[in-house]
Protein backbone atom coordinates (compact mmCIF):
# COMPACT_ATOMS: atom_id res chain seq x y z
CA UNK A 1 0.00 0.00 0.00
CA UNK A 2 1.24 3.59 -0.91
CA UNK A 3 -0.33 6.94 -0.11
CA UNK A 4 0.61 9.76 -1.66
CA UNK A 5 -0.08 13.63 -0.72
CA UNK A 6 0.97 16.32 -3.34
CA UNK A 7 1.57 19.89 -1.71
CA UNK A 8 3.52 23.32 -3.42
CA UNK A 9 0.51 23.94 -5.28
CA UNK A 10 -0.65 27.81 -5.51
CA UNK A 11 -1.39 30.37 -7.34
CA UNK A 12 1.40 32.19 -9.52
CA UNK A 13 2.01 34.73 -12.74
CA UNK A 14 3.31 33.71 -16.00
CA UNK A 15 7.03 33.37 -16.26
CA UNK A 16 6.96 32.14 -12.77
CA UNK A 17 8.15 28.76 -10.67
CA UNK A 18 6.59 26.56 -8.86
CA UNK A 19 7.71 23.15 -7.39
CA UNK A 20 5.29 20.04 -6.36
CA UNK A 21 6.35 17.76 -3.56
CA UNK A 22 4.67 14.16 -3.43
CA UNK A 23 5.51 12.68 -0.14
CA UNK A 24 4.58 8.92 -0.53
CA UNK A 25 4.14 6.55 2.87
CA UNK A 26 5.23 2.55 2.66
CA UNK A 27 8.24 1.20 1.79
CA UNK A 28 6.66 0.54 -1.32
CA UNK A 29 7.70 3.69 -2.83
CA UNK A 30 11.30 2.61 -3.77
CA UNK A 31 10.16 0.05 -5.85
CA UNK A 32 7.20 2.42 -7.31
CA UNK A 33 7.58 4.58 -10.49
CA UNK A 34 6.32 7.76 -10.23
CA UNK A 35 4.35 9.84 -12.05
CA UNK A 36 2.76 13.27 -12.44
CA UNK A 37 -0.48 14.29 -14.26
CA UNK A 38 -2.85 17.38 -14.42
CA UNK A 39 -6.45 17.87 -14.78
CA UNK A 40 -6.83 21.22 -16.42
CA UNK A 41 -10.62 23.06 -15.78
CA UNK A 42 -13.51 21.30 -18.09
CA UNK A 43 -10.91 18.63 -19.76
CA UNK A 44 -9.84 14.93 -18.91
CA UNK A 45 -6.36 14.18 -17.23
CA UNK A 46 -3.46 13.97 -18.99
CA UNK A 47 0.01 13.22 -18.50
CA UNK A 48 2.91 15.74 -17.25
CA UNK A 49 5.76 13.36 -16.16
CA UNK A 50 7.26 9.91 -14.76
CA UNK A 51 10.47 8.52 -13.59
CA UNK A 52 11.41 5.24 -13.59
CA UNK A 53 13.16 3.40 -10.20
CA UNK A 54 16.18 3.56 -11.97
CA UNK A 55 15.79 7.52 -12.38
CA UNK A 56 14.28 7.51 -16.25
CA UNK A 57 12.07 10.30 -17.18
CA UNK A 58 9.73 10.60 -19.26
CA UNK A 59 7.78 14.32 -20.12
CA UNK A 60 5.02 15.04 -22.14
CA UNK A 61 6.09 17.46 -25.36
CA UNK A 62 3.80 20.81 -23.97
CA UNK A 63 6.24 20.42 -20.62
CA UNK A 64 9.41 19.28 -21.91
CA UNK A 65 12.34 21.80 -21.31
CA UNK A 66 10.38 23.43 -18.60
CA UNK A 67 9.29 21.00 -15.82
CA UNK A 68 12.12 18.28 -14.65
CA UNK A 69 11.17 15.49 -12.17
CA UNK A 70 12.89 14.37 -9.95
CA UNK A 71 13.02 11.55 -7.08
CA UNK A 72 14.60 11.63 -3.31
CA UNK A 73 14.32 7.83 -1.83
CA UNK A 74 15.45 8.54 1.16
CA UNK A 75 12.79 11.21 2.14
CA UNK A 76 10.62 8.93 -0.03
CA UNK A 77 9.15 12.17 -2.06
CA UNK A 78 9.19 12.40 -5.83
CA UNK A 79 9.58 16.63 -6.85
CA UNK A 80 8.01 17.97 -10.20
CA UNK A 81 10.00 21.21 -10.52
CA UNK A 82 8.28 23.51 -12.91
CA UNK A 83 9.83 26.57 -14.85
CA UNK A 84 8.80 28.97 -17.39
CA UNK A 85 4.84 28.02 -16.66
CA UNK A 86 2.04 29.63 -18.71
CA UNK A 87 -1.34 29.92 -18.08
CA UNK A 88 -2.55 26.92 -19.68
CA UNK A 89 -0.43 24.74 -17.18
CA UNK A 90 -3.21 25.60 -15.02
CA UNK A 91 -4.72 22.47 -13.86
CA UNK A 92 -5.11 19.90 -10.62
CA UNK A 93 -1.71 17.99 -10.33
CA UNK A 94 -1.91 14.90 -9.44
CA UNK A 95 0.82 12.23 -7.73
CA UNK A 96 0.30 8.83 -8.87
CA UNK A 97 2.61 5.72 -7.94
CA UNK A 98 3.16 1.91 -10.17
CA UNK A 99 4.09 -1.02 -8.51
CA UNK A 100 4.94 -2.02 -12.06
CA UNK A 101 7.49 -0.45 -14.12
CA UNK A 102 6.30 -0.84 -18.02
CA UNK A 103 9.04 -0.70 -20.62
CA UNK A 104 7.61 1.93 -22.75
CA UNK A 105 7.01 6.09 -22.83
CA UNK A 106 3.93 5.12 -23.38
CA UNK A 107 2.78 2.60 -21.20
CA UNK A 108 4.27 5.23 -18.23
CA UNK A 109 2.69 7.92 -19.29
CA UNK A 110 -1.11 5.63 -19.03
CA UNK A 111 -2.89 6.23 -16.26
CA UNK A 112 -4.46 2.83 -16.18
CA UNK A 113 -1.25 1.69 -15.43
CA UNK A 114 -0.97 3.47 -11.72
CA UNK A 115 -2.21 1.93 -8.86
CA UNK A 116 -2.19 4.90 -6.22
CA UNK A 117 -2.74 8.35 -6.70
CA UNK A 118 -3.08 11.42 -4.44
CA UNK A 119 -5.65 13.70 -3.53
CA UNK A 120 -4.54 16.45 -6.10
CA UNK A 121 -2.89 20.05 -5.80
CA UNK A 122 -4.10 22.96 -7.45
CA UNK A 123 -1.78 25.39 -9.28
CA UNK A 124 -3.23 28.34 -11.52
CA UNK A 125 -0.66 30.52 -13.77
CA UNK A 126 -2.20 34.02 -14.44
CA UNK A 127 -1.68 35.78 -17.51
Known amino acids: QVQLVESGGGLVQAGDSLRLSCAAS????????MGWFRQPPGKEREFVSA???????YYADSVKGRFTISRDSAKNTVYLQMNSLKPEDTAVYYC?????????????????????WGQGTQVTVSS
Open 96 to 116: AASIVTFPTAEAMAAMRNYDY
Open 26 to 33: GRAFSRSA
Open 51 to 57: IRRSGGT
